[in-house]
């Protein structure tokens, strides 16, 4: 519920699940932004646990989160989208539809709210840019932070 409620104090509101992942893939299909892997170079996770049969050349990570911009930015200039901190997401938490859809939208009402992007304490694979997981939204833990979208 902070998240949410900074986000409109700053004039804008966090993103939908579908807008922060369209935000994160910046035009790219895999499962990360930077290709079939993530490595200790691009992005802030448990370097122990790379995705699939990708390899870092650092295995002992951060362990903590880091300021934004430490590593490179993806194609539409976001940093931290993959690992650093799990971000909120305005969708309450749901299964998705088996039907074809364009910039769907989460249900109207849930118990648990949208988190997307991993944190520095997960495997890469839950940093995929297709990668959900849910959560309350009064929790608070030092892996989760948030992005604000803003309109002109």
Same mark, same amino acid.
């Given at each position: 519920?902070?998240?949410?409620?900074?986000?409109?104090?700053?004039?804008?509101?966090?993103?939908?699940?579908?807008?922060?992942?369209?935000?994160?893939?910046?035009?790219?299909? =895999?499962?990360?932004?930077?290709?079939?892997?993530?490595? *200790?170079?691009?992005?802030?996770? *448990?370097?122990?646990?790379?995705? *699939? *049969?990708?390899?870092?050349?650092?295995?002992?990570?951060?362990? $903590?989160?880091?300021?934004? =911009?430490?590593?490179?930015?993806?194609?539409?200039?976001?940093?931290?989208?993959?690992?650093?901190?799990?971000?909120?997401?305005?969708?309450?938490?749901?299964?998705?539809?088996?039907?074809?859809?364009?910039?769907?939208?989460?249900?109207?009402?849930?118990?648990? $709210?949208?988190?997307?992007?991993?944190?520095?304490?997960?495997?890469?694979?839950?940093?995929?840019?297709?990668?959900?997981? $849910?959560?309350?939204?009064?929790?608070?833990?030092?892996?989760?932070?948030?992005?604000?979208?803003?309109?002109?």
């Amino acid at each position: 519920y902070g998240a949410d409620e900074f986000a409109r104090y700053a004039g804008g509101r966090l993103p939908t699940e579908a807008e922060w992942e369209y935000a994160c893939r910046a035009g790219s299909s =895999g499962p990360f932004n930077t290709g079939n892997c993530l490595s *200790n170079t691009q992005a802030n996770y *448990n370097w122990e646990a790379p995705y *699939n *049969n990708c390899v870092n050349t650092v295995t002992v990570g951060l362990i $903590k989160s880091q300021v934004s =911009g430490l590593f490179p930015a993806n194609a539409f200039g976001l940093y931290d989208t993959h690992g650093n901190v799990w971000e909120w997401c305005n969708d309450w938490y749901g299964e998705y539809s088996s039907a074809n859809q364009t910039d769907p939208i989460g249900p109207a009402s849930g118990t648990e $709210k949208v988190l997307r992007g991993g944190g520095y304490t997960n495997y890469a694979r839950y940093c995929r840019s297709a990668s959900r997981f $849910k959560h309350l939204p009064d929790a608070y833990y030092p892996f989760v932070g948030f992005r604000i979208v803003t309109e002109p």
